[in-house]
């Protein structure tokens, strides 16, 4: 590919959402966690960004979602590219059009901040490579990691397939507030193969944003007890991801959920971001967990949306059920059967 400067060039990176099992809640200094996080990276629910960088003295850039002009982005994307601009020096004099598609509905209620983040900078170090006349699908995945995390937290752990820990802990030695990395050893294959069916039960956009929540632990009663909270279930949970436990992880998971929905709850002013259906299906799961010793669980972000998690051994009876007896709960009984998945590609174009 002809080096950038001179001419325009475009590259394409698509980019998995994830989902938390111990909780990010809560931030310090510039833009670092309060406390570690583990997730997992999904397999369908991604975005794709491409971006065409075109030699301009602007320095500005034009963003389109599904191909139409949405101008309701352009602050989130422009505060995004001034905190990244002094690691990028092509940005000066390059005019940026980034295009993106999510694989889910903009209204289903699914975080789409952790992908498209996580996308853009794949491929902001991609353009960067080019500028500097070298290969652009080397990418440093930890340069990748922490551009990421300063458009969203969330995001800097979108950077992997599999497995991923945000944030410091005395558990992993190479462990960083500053980028995430990834979990490539000790995980047991059930953890591997792990089932996630969100159930979509309100796609309204959120009544309070995810950065509000995150301020409200500033002053809140219970900011030491969620410190040690988080990184105690940090360190049982790389445990179990060894151990192939599974019981133990629906606990966990189900426990770091609960305590997030109650930290929103307790906070000034509190709020909940549940909605009854949320609390009729978490019934319906714990039920069926007691009744049948099926490995059932469940997890939640910062929203309504349940996402169903279940090891693949298991899918057949539990699909039966949740076709039968959870989608009724669903809006419009939509759903999307998801599961764990392998990370970012580039896209050739
Ligand atoms: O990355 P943010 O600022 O959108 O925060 C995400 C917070 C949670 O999704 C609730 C938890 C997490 O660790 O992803």
Known sequence: MTRLNEVSASVSWKSPSNLAI?????????????????????????TQTTITAKPSEDGGFTFLLDGQKKENFNSKIEQFLNKVRPFFPFLKNHHLVIES???????????????????????LVSLHQLSLGKNFNEIDKIMVSGVARLGSGSACRSVYGGWSLWGKTPAIA?????????????????????????????????KVSSSRGHQLMENHPYRQARIKQANENTEKLLHILASGDIHSFL??????????????????????????????????????????GWPVGFSLDAGPNIHLLYPASHQQPIVEWINKDLRPYCHQ?????????QGPELIKI
Not at 175 to 196: C, E, G, R, T
């Open 251 to 292: 606990n966990l998971a189900e426990n770091e959920t609960l305590s997030l929905h109650g930290l929103m709850m307790s906070s000034t002013p509190s709020y909940t971001l549940l909605h009854p259906n949320t609390i009729n299906l978490i019934t319906l799961i714990q039920e069926k967990r007691g009744k049948e």
């Open 174 to 206: 190479n462990s960083s507030n500053m980028y995430a990395i990834a979990l490539d050893n000790n995980i047991h294959p059930v953890f591997h193969s792990l089932k996630d069916t969100i159930l979509l039960v309100d796609p309204t956009p959120k």
């Open 101 to 123: 598609h999510n694989s889910f509905p903009h209204s289903s209620g699914i975080a789409s901040s952790a992908s498209a983040m996580s996308a853009l900078a794949h491929c």
């Open 22 to 46: 111990v909780k990010y809640w809560g931030k310090q200094g510039n833009q670092e966690p309060l406390n570690p996080s583990i997730s997992f990276s999904l397999e369908k629910s991604f």
């Open 333 to 341: 009984g939509n759903m999307i059967h998801d599961s764990l998945g």
